[in-house]
């Protein structure tokens, strides 16, 4: 995602093996056929890195000095796609787990409302 106008992303590592059979959809369909196009629309840098016998992973990188890893094994180019453009989509901002259900910037005084009132 685009924050004031700046992509977040700043790098892309794809990470594979030449022997594995978990990485044999990011070695075959997606290097040959897609990563090109996807490295030509995205203003970013893409790295492809090669790890013998560990299973393929996507890792980026964001303006933040925060990154986001995502395994792709056994997964068909279209995924690959698909969990690459998430990651270029993506803020990079860490995930909170939010203490209530509701967020509210002015809390009610007498309480949050439900349906199950017992008088």
Not at 87 to 107: E, F, Q, S, T
């Amino acid at each position: 995602m685009a924050l004031r106008g700046v992509w977040q992303l700043q790098k892309l590592i794809m990470s594979y093996c030449d022997w594995g059979g978990s990485s044999r959809g990011i070695r075959y369909a997606f290097m040959e056929s897609q990563l090109p196009a996807f490295k030509e629309k995205n203003p970013l840098e893409v790295v492809t890195e090669l790890t013998r016998g560990h299973h393929p992973y996507l890792k980026g990188f964001y303006r933040n000095k925060n990154e986001r890893v995502v395994c792709v094994k056994n997964l068909t180019s279209e995924d690959i796609l698909l969990h690459a453009t998430r990651l270029r989509n993506a803020l990079g901002r860490k995930v909170i787990k939010l203490k209530m259900r509701h967020v509210i910037k002015h809390p009610s005084v007498q309480g949050t409302w439900t349906t199950d009132t017992k008088f």
